[in-house]
């Protein structure tokens, strides 16, 4: 891919953003006004596009791969593990993932290894492929891109990530469960 496509590319995908956001602001202004409770407003970017920081405290919903296919991914471990899985699927990035396995390491722990009571939380990818998942979610994400995708020479520039504020998530859960306790009152 040339410079200009990618520059291009980028444009278009912040532009898009900042009209997204923009909407959700009108939209949010207009329930306002008419007393509707915002719903939980999803957000989608390009994995290679967004810094692992800027998805923490983020609560993941879905991913979205080139080909269309949707998983459904309510953690950041699930997130990861869908994407080595993904990338293990195709037969010469699981035949380089094996061959990086072992060799992969953290300050003080293997990220990618064969033998599962060697890491604190493994996640497992393939039979005797295992990937550490315990860290924060930007070190995690950063350690499946940089150590891992990055090396094999894995593609992630084509999945989506779906997901939501967690504060915003939170707070409508205290809401509905505010909501049904006074209707159980109401009941009694």
Partial sequence: MDYIAMVEKARE????EVNQRCDALI???????????????????????????ALKGKRPVALTFASGEVVLTPTWKKVVQ?????????????????????????????????VPEEMDVPLQIDKDLYFEAKFDTE???TMME???????????????????????V???????????????????
């Fill in 139 to 141: 070190a995690l994400l």
């Fill in 82 to 114: 869908t994407i080595l899985k993904h990338c293990n699927g195709q037969p010469d990035m699981h035949e380089r993932l094996m061959q990086l396995r072992g060799k992969v390491f953290g300050r003080q722990r293997t990220i990618l290894g064969k």
């Fill in 27 to 53: 939209r949010r202004y207009q329930e306002e006004e008419q007393g509707i409770v915002p719903k939980t407003e999803v957000r989608e970017r390009t994995l290679a596009w967004i810094s692992p920081a």
């Fill in 170 to 188: 939170m707070s409508e859960m205290q809401d509905t469960a505010q909501h049904e306790n006074r209707e159980g009152i109401q009941m009694l």
């Fill in 13 to 16: 995908e912040l532009l898009q």
């Fill in 146 to 168: 940089r150590k891992v995708l990055e090396p094999v020479g894995y593609d992630f520039s084509g999945i989506l990530i779906q997901y939501t504020e967690r504060k915003q």
